[in-house]
């Protein structure tokens, strides 16, 4: 086999293997021997001198892009199945290499990777130091001079400033590591004057807040104050624990806040908890959205929000006043067995069982207040003196969400098994018009479920013929449409009227 001229040129290496192409391309066949002959032409040359091969590699690119273009624009207004077909036999000349020694063996640029590690160690370190030393006696200077709050507004421009430069001059990995040195003095070194200033803020709040306990309203928050908190709060938060201080801060505030506002309460409206369910619900609003607007709503400071709510509402001077949380709980659920009461006064009640969901939220027995409560709801329901079936449903609803549904779930039962009485009832009146059962007594029966509603033992009472004779009927009926269930009846739970007869006046009993 012929050996390589060592004297040949670049363009005479091009002009033997640019006729071997063009003969690939165009399917033209090529004897084996020519084929590697021309393999061994090209790979000689590329091992005799490893600098000539970019360039040869960058011919054939050159030349197969103009190759592909005039290709294209020759074919172009090929259709449907033709150009998928013209495609198919373009990609197979395409796809046959004979300088795989090329591919596999050209030099590539791509050397970043170690470029960047020298980049790293002889100049970002460095650089990173000096930008440090610059920026803390920057921050040292700034703060004999300025306020703190001024020197928070003027981070995110000493910030902006070098990730402008960063971005225009160095590496963009720099701009990250940048930021963190710069939290690092800018912020980290100025923990204990910024935690100071997080102190006065929020003492300025206790003022405010000392204003809602005297008057009983609901002041709008000083907005200068929560963005001035704000501001404070986005500048901690952007190092590792940064917050954790003003987390202990405000929990604290709220406790003894809240401590503050219910102390204020008159005791003798104790027995009336609707002041006490107000300023709890007052309170609870004005420091929910404090934190939304201060803090971003970061679920940080909801959670010291609701702990400090919890540890206050079950232990502050009403709670001592009226004994225990035990009888919190019982004296609540009188209160609202108050209002849900039949009555002339007119009160908002849905605004008021909204406050109430509020207090039932943090409070400690929930277990006492449902238990109580639902012996109350039913009584309201078996006497008929509840103001309203609507208000009822909201009630409960609110139980629910404050306590969770297994609290609400007995009397969701106890509530549905009315509203089937009165299906019950309606289905019972047709059913003695069909086998014309006539009786001057105006009946009406409740079906309650035996394991929801705990009643005491039925009493042995002898009805009079008149009742006995009513109460079978619905018997035979009740049978009829439920065969296998049996009705117990809870005579000491009935009531009646009775109108007399044998007087001059007419009068009605109730029994």
């Given at each position: 086999?012929?050996?390589?001229?060592?004297?040949?040129?670049?363009?005479?290496?091009?002009?033997?293997?640019?006729?071997?192409?063009?003969?690939?391309?165009?399917?033209?066949?090529?004897?084996?021997?020519?084929?590697?002959?021309?393999?061994?032409?090209?790979?000689?040359?590329?091992?005799?001198?490893?600098?000539?091969?970019?360039?040869?590699?960058?011919?054939?690119?050159?030349?197969?892009?103009?190759?592909?273009?005039?290709?294209?624009?020759?074919?172009?207004?090929?259709l449907d199945q033709e150009i998928l077909e013209f495609y198919m036999n373009q990609w197979k000349k395409y796809c046959i290499s004979f300088i795989s020694y090329i591919n596999?063996?050209?030099?590539?640029?791509?050397?970043?990777s170690q470029i960047l590690d020298v980049y790293r160690e002889y100049f970002e370190n460095q650089f990173f130091q000096d930008t440090q030393e610059f920026y803390r006696l920057?921050?040292?200077?700034?703060?004999?001079?300025?306020?703190?709050?001024?020197?928070?507004?003027?981070?995110?421009?000493?910030?902006?400033?070098?990730?402008?430069?960063?971005?225009?001059?160095?590496?963009?990995?720099?701009?990250?590591?940048?930021?963190?040195?710069?939290?690092?003095?800018?912020?980290h070194d100025q923990l204990t004057a910024i935690y100071e200033e997080a102190k006065k803020l929020i003492h300025d709040e206790r003022i405010q807040g000392t204003m809602i306990?005297?008057?009983?309203?609901?002041?709008?928050?000083?907005?200068?104050?929560?963005?001035?908190?704000?501001?404070?709060?986005?500048?901690?938060?952007?190092?590792?624990?940064?917050?954790?201080?003003?987390?202990?801060?405000?929990?604290?505030?709220?406790?003894?806040?809240?401590?503050?506002?219910?102390?204020?309460?008159?005791?003798?409206?104790?027995?009336?908890?609707?002041?006490?369910?107000?300023?709890?619900?007052?309170?609870?609003?004005?420091?929910?959205?404090?934190?939304?607007?201060?803090?971003?709503?970061?679920?940080?400071?909801?959670?010291?929000?609701?702990?400090?709510?919890?540890?206050?509402?079950?232990?502050?001077?009403?709670?001592?006043?009226?004994?225990?949380?035990?009888?919190?709980?019982?004296?609540?659920?009188?209160?609202?067995?108050?209002?849900?009461?039949?009555?002339?006064?007119?009160?908002?009640?849905?605004?008021?069982?909204?406050?109430?969901?509020?207090?039932?939220?943090?409070?400690?027995?929930?277990?006492?207040?449902?238990?109580?409560?639902?012996?109350?709801?039913?009584?309201?329901?078996?006497?008929?003196?509840?103001?309203?079936?609507?208000?009822?449903?909201?009630?409960?609803?609110?139980?629910?969400?404050?306590?969770?549904?297994?609290?609400?779930?007995?009397?969701?039962?106890?509530?549905?098994?009315?509203?089937?009485?009165?299906?019950?009832?309606?289905?019972?009146?047709?059913?003695?018009?069909?086998?014309?059962?006539?009786?001057?007594?105006?009946?009406?029966?409740?079906?309650?479920?035996?394991?929801?509603?705990?009643?005491?033992?039925?009493?042995?009472?002898?009805?009079?013929?008149?009742?006995?004779?009513?109460?079978?009927?619905?018997?035979?009926?009740?049978?009829?449409?439920?065969?296998?269930?049996?009705?117990?009846?809870?005579?000491?739970?009935?009531?009646?009227?009775?109108?007399?007869?044998?007087?001059?006046?007419?009068?009605?009993?109730?029994?």
């Open positions: 086999m012929p050996k390589l001229d060592l004297c040949i040129t670049l363009d005479e290496v091009w002009e033997k293997l640019l006729h071997g192409i063009e003969h690939l391309l165009q399917f033209q066949t090529i004897r084996h021997s020519k084929w590697m002959l021309l393999y061994t032409y090209i790979f000689d040359y590329c091992t005799h001198d490893v600098s000539h091969n970019a360039e040869l590699y960058e011919r054939l690119k050159d030349y197969l892009r103009n190759y592909l273009n005039n290709l294209c624009q020759s074919n172009a207004n090929l596999r063996h050209a030099p590539t640029s791509d050397n970043s920057e921050a040292t200077t700034y703060l004999q001079h300025h306020s703190i709050m001024d020197y928070l507004l003027k981070i995110p421009e000493y910030f902006d400033e070098e990730v402008h430069r960063v971005t225009a001059y160095l590496h963009p990995s720099s701009i990250k590591n940048l930021e963190k040195k710069l939290d690092e003095v800018l912020i306990v005297l008057f009983f309203e609901r002041k709008i928050i000083n907005s200068r104050l929560l963005l001035e908190l704000n501001l404070l709060y986005q500048t901690v938060n952007r190092i590792e624990n940064g917050k954790n201080e003003l987390i202990n801060m405000m929990e604290n505030h709220i406790y003894q806040i809240g401590i503050e506002t219910i102390g204020c309460i008159n005791p003798i409206s104790t027995h009336d908890l609707r002041i006490y369910i107000q300023t709890i619900y007052d309170f609870h609003q004005k420091y929910y959205t404090f934190i939304e607007k201060a803090f971003d709503s970061n679920q940080a400071f909801f959670d010291v929000f609701n702990r400090a709510c919890r540890k206050f509402i079950n232990n502050n001077a009403v709670i001592q006043t009226i004994g225990t949380t035990i009888n919190m709980a019982q004296h609540l659920a009188r209160n609202c067995d108050q209002l849900l009461r039949k009555k002339k006064e007119e009160i908002d009640l849905e605004i008021i069982f909204n406050q109430i969901k509020i207090l039932l939220y943090y409070m400690q027995d929930k277990d006492v207040f449902v238990q109580f409560y639902s012996k109350l709801f039913a009584k309201r329901l078996i006497n008929q003196i509840s103001i309203s079936n609507d208000y009822e449903q909201l009630m409960i609803s609110n139980i629910e969400v404050a306590c969770g549904f297994e609290f609400a779930y007995k009397m969701k039962q106890m509530y549905q098994d009315i509203e089937t009485s009165k299906t019950i009832l309606d289905q019972y009146h047709r059913y003695c018009e069909t086998e014309q059962f006539i009786s001057k007594i105006n009946f009406s029966v409740m079906i309650l479920k035996a394991n929801v509603w705990l009643f005491s033992t039925p009493l042995n009472i002898i009805l009079p013929n008149k009742l006995q004779c009513i109460v079978n009927n619905f018997n035979k009926f009740y049978k009829h449409i439920h065969n296998g269930r049996k009705l117990t009846w809870i005579y000491q739970h009935s009531k009646g009227e009775l109108q007399t007869l044998f007087t001059d006046q007419v009068y009605t009993l109730q029994v």
